[in-house]
């Protein structure tokens, strides 16, 4: 089992950056694809970036290109999402997800991803 533990939401302008956070703990002794999910209320859960387990591949969908970027420190067992020149249509709840399975590529289906963090708010005025 492994927890993930999100921070670094808050209230930005437009036009405004934050860095997310998600520390994962617990069995942290084997590689997983991490993920940044976002979800408005009443909406589903959307696929924002991800990064495979060893690393070598990213994926963004297509309305945060240029803008987020996800990175990961394994030493310190920590995924971050920079996200630069934020929009109001990108106010959500963010979550952090940690994959298992060891694939090439990176997964955008929630039910791939066995590990879930509580979600950090982000809101973007305009």
């Known amino acids: 089992q492994v927890q993930l533990a999100e921070s670094g939401g808050g209230l930005v302008q437009a036009g405004g950056s934050l860095r997310l956070s998600c520390a994962a703990s617990?069995?942290?002794?084997?590689?997983?694809?991490m993920a940044w999910f976002r979800q408005d209320p009443g909406k589903e859960r959307e696929f924002v970036a991800g990064i495979t387990w060893s690393s070598t591949s990213t994926l963004y969908v297509e309305s945060v290109k240029g803008r987020f970027t996800i990175s990961r420190d394994s030493a310190e067992n920590t995924v971050f999402l920079q996200m630069n020149n934020l929009k109001p249509e990108d106010t959500a709840v963010y979550y952090c997800?940690?994959?298992?399975?060891?694939?090439?590529?990176?997964?955008?289906?929630?039910?791939?991803?066995?590990?879930w963090g509580q979600g950090t708010q982000v809101t973007v005025s305009s």
């Open positions: 997800a940690a994959d298992p399975a060891l694939y090439s590529r990176v997964v955008v289906t929630t039910d791939s991803y066995d590990y």
């Open positions: 617990g069995r942290t002794d084997r590689p997983y694809a």
